[in-house]
């Protein structure tokens, strides 16, 4: 990876630490994938990464059937609140978004976008 992916990466790895959005999974990996930098624990630690990302960032279909369950109503704060966001995801969903765009899910996809350049393919 050249020095401007890495320091493109390091910047979204540290957004997406700081995102109240962010899982704890994720916030480790994203340490992880720190601490192994410039050491021989790098390419295992991307690879890591990646696949935790992949795992977590949520699609926008995922984003607007959580906040129109009961379970979204929860987590946004009442059902007003989750009918917002769901019609917010419909919105940008039509604008061309692929993803939620909550700043952990932002950070994922923008580190995941760099994929084959983070792993070298």
């Not at 992916?5 to 995102?19: N, P, R, W």
């Not at 109240?20 to 992880?32: D, F, G």
């Not at 050491?39 to 059937?65: N, R, V």
Request: include cysteine; charged fraction near 25%; glycine fraction near 8%.
């Amino acid at each position: 990876m050249t020095q401007n992916v890495k320091d493109f990466t390091i910047q979204k790895v540290k957004e997406l630490m700081s995102a109240s959005s962010c899982c704890a999974e994720a916030k480790q990996a994203a340490q992880n994938w720190l601490d192994a930098l410039g050491t021989d624990q790098e390419a295992a630690q991307t690879k890591a990464l990646i696949a935790e990302l992949e795992e977590d960032i949520t699609s926008i279909d995922g984003l607007i059937a959580f906040a129109e369950s009961e379970a979204g109503a929860k987590v946004f704060g009442g059902a007003e609140a989750a009918k917002g966001v769901a019609a917010h995801g419909r919105e940008i969903k039509a604008a061309g978004a692929k993803y939620c765009d909550c700043p952990a899910c932002a950070a994922s996809a923008a580190i995941l976008e760099k994929k084959a350049e983070l792993l070298g393919e």
